[in-house]
């Protein structure tokens, strides 16, 4: 168990990076089972992570488009 939730924290911890290298601001992740949002509170971009597909489902505007703010 702790195994996932380290991997779990790796993960969601690329993703924040990969939205910040775009400007967004990434402050805390929301999560229900083996699904995590997150938004930045600038400019309301989402990102969405799905943990029980393979490869994980990584998605949302907070990866494709700079933060206005």
Same mark, same amino acid.
């Given at each position: 168990?702790?195994?996932a939730?380290?991997? $779990?924290?790796? *993960? *969601?911890?690329? !993703?924040?990076? $990969?939205?910040?290298?775009?400007? #967004?601001?990434?402050?805390?992740? !929301?999560? #229900? =089972? ?6 930045? %509170?600038?400019?309301?971009?989402? *990102?969405?992570?799905?943990? =029980?597909?393979? %490869? %994980?489902v !990584? =998605?949302?505007?907070? *990866? =494709?488009?700079?933060? %206005?703010?």
């Amino acid at each position: 168990m702790l195994s996932a939730a380290m991997q $779990r924290g790796e *993960l *969601l911890g690329g !993703v924040a990076k $990969r939205a910040r290298q775009l400007g #967004h601001e990434i402050v805390r992740w !929301v999560a #229900h =089972d083996q699904e995590s949002i997150a938004m930045c %509170p600038r400019c309301h971009a989402r *990102l969405y992570v799905r943990l =029980d597909a393979v %490869p %994980p489902v !990584v =998605d949302g505007e907070a *990866l =494709d488009h700079v933060c %206005p703010s």
